[in-house]
């Protein structure tokens, strides 16, 4: 059996393809189910994509843990807990907890925050 070095980089580019095109479609984010969960739970009366508000923009929220390790699980974290939210002006509030339904859907909260990243 004959080996090119033609043939080997065409099977190459074509697994590549192949788990780049599976790894997309897993890691797809539902845009307008998210929408509707953040408005759902008012996080756009505090957050905006692009501005900022009470609350930092999404964009730069995404900018902010982008590459990091961990950021999925820390903001799920932040969005279910109802830990402490600093404000521009320098009060503290506990974050209001995102309610999904049926009640505590991951899947809609991994959504949501895959949306929030993809800004």
């Known amino acids: 059996m004959k080996f090119s070095l033609r043939n080997t980089l065409m099977t190459v580019v074509a ?5 780049l095109a599976a790894t997309s479609a897993q890691a797809a984010v539902d845009v307008e ?10 996080c756009l009366k505090c957050h905006a994509i692009d501005k900022d508000k009470d609350g930092p923009a999404y964009k730069k929220v995404a900018e902010k843990y982008k590459g990091k390790a961990g950021a999925e699980a820390r903001l799920i ?10 404000f521009p002006d320098g009060h503290e509030e506990e974050h209001k907890i995102v309610k999904t339904s049926p009640p505590k859907d991951v899947e809609q909260i991994k959504n949501l925050v895959q949306w929030i990243l993809s800004q």
Not at 33 to 42: E, H, M, T
């Open 15 to 19: 697994g590549a393809t192949f788990i």
């Open 33 to 42: 189910a998210a929408k509707g969960l953040a408005r759902q739970n008012n």
């Open 77 to 86: 974290e932040h969005i279910t807990s109802g830990e402490k939210a600093k």
